[in-house]
């Protein structure tokens, strides 16, 4: 059974939202916070695109595979293999956490799986691993590695599944790189608000109540479950929230425009195709509601009017529909 550091894991979350930090940086703090609230020795970070391409599912562009070992060292590499397995779809098509073993379907046979030794530097024998899913194919994934083959409980898993989503959000402002110049609001680092793009932010309230959520969060890092509860990927379906420290030492909260991309779809506002396109992957109603930071019954009345302009009545047939669309990227 996986005994998770609550405290580390909540402290593993805000990292993926520090401001200022390289791309070497950003990944050594990464690195190290998953081995702490794993309790674990090495863990791996890298990006993939991913998605189905005329109703199949294909992998590709695998690169940047980052390790760290017994030592603490780390260097960048990249992925030239994948572990082949019947269930790929699963694994990559969508946000979540799970195990290696568990999600490729090898189980106990993962260990020795043609492509699974050349992942690692070291011995390993399964990996627990948060992988987001963007609607426009790319895909993060954090792995902590375990020696042993194991599976989650449904409690820790839908817990590690709430630190995918914030992983998918960190991994969209890394690659957004706006600063200051590009932020919808600026607050004090107490939450006051100082400045307002109101022609991109329209209503404050919502990015005040994200300042509040995250700091309650911040306050409750010994119970990940309460903390990851009010801190959401985003906030009103639009914003990160990020702390920024100027070039003179002063710091700032930025509210950072933050929403997956989508591919344009006739008749669709951005904030209908996003809920649609997390539905066709998989995602059920409080996931989606989670990973974008509105309701569940926003999501489901977005679902409803969805599944009324492209004429289809369930799910499955929503699903259906959106993935004989050709992917970004595929």
Not at 80 to 91: G, K
Not at 154 to 175: E, K, P
Request: hydrophobic share 40%; aromatic share 6%; net charge positive.
């Amino acid at each position: 059974m996986l005994h998770v550091d609550h405290a580390a894991l909540v402290d593993f979350v805000e990292d993926l939202y520090r401001d200022g930090l390289d791309d070497t940086q950003w990944c050594g703090s990464l690195l190290r916070g998953m081995t702490r609230w794993a309790g674990a020795r090495s863990a791996a970070l890298f990006q993939l695109r991913a998605g189905y391409h005329r109703g199949r599912f294909v992998i590709r562009d695998i690169g940047n595979m980052t390790l760290v070992g017994t030592d603490g060292a780390w260097s960048d590499r990249t992925l030239e293999t994948v572990v082949r397995a019947p269930n790929a779809d699963v694994q990559f098509g969508r946000t979540h956490a799970g195990t290696a073993s568990v999600d490729t379907g090898l189980g106990a046979a993962l260990p020795h799986a043609p492509g699974w030794r050349e992942c690692w530097k070291v011995p390993v024998a399964d990996s627990i691993g948060l992988i987001s899913a963007d609607p426009n194919g790319l895909r993060h994934v954090a792995c902590v590695a375990v020696d042993r083959v194991l599976s989650l409980d449904t409690r820790t898993r839908r817990l590690l599944t709430r630190v995918a989503a914030h992983l998918g959000a960190g991994g969209r402002l890394r690659a957004d790189r706006r600063g200051p110049d590009g932020a919808d609001a600026i607050l004090s680092p107490e939450g006051r608000l100082l400045h307002t793009a109101v022609q991109r932010c329209g209503s404050t309230d919502s990015v005040v109540d994200g300042f509040r959520r995250r700091d309650f969060a911040r306050q409750s890092r010994h119970d990940a479950e309460k903390a990851l509860e009010v801190w959401q990927g985003l906030v009103d379906g639009r914003w990160s929230i990020v702390d920024h420290v100027d070039t003179d030492g002063k710091r700032f909260v930025l509210a950072m425009k933050n929403a997956p991309e989508v591919d344009p779809r006739e008749g669709l506002p951005p904030e209908e195709r996003r809920v649609a396109a997390l539905a066709a992957m998989g995602h059920r109603d409080k996931e989606i509601a989670y990973m974008l930071g509105i309701t569940p019954a926003a999501v489901a009345a977005s679902l409803r009017r969805v599944r009324a302009a492209l004429r289809v009545k369930t799910r499955a047939e929503l699903a259906a529909a959106w993935r004989r669309g050709t992917g970004p990227g595929l």
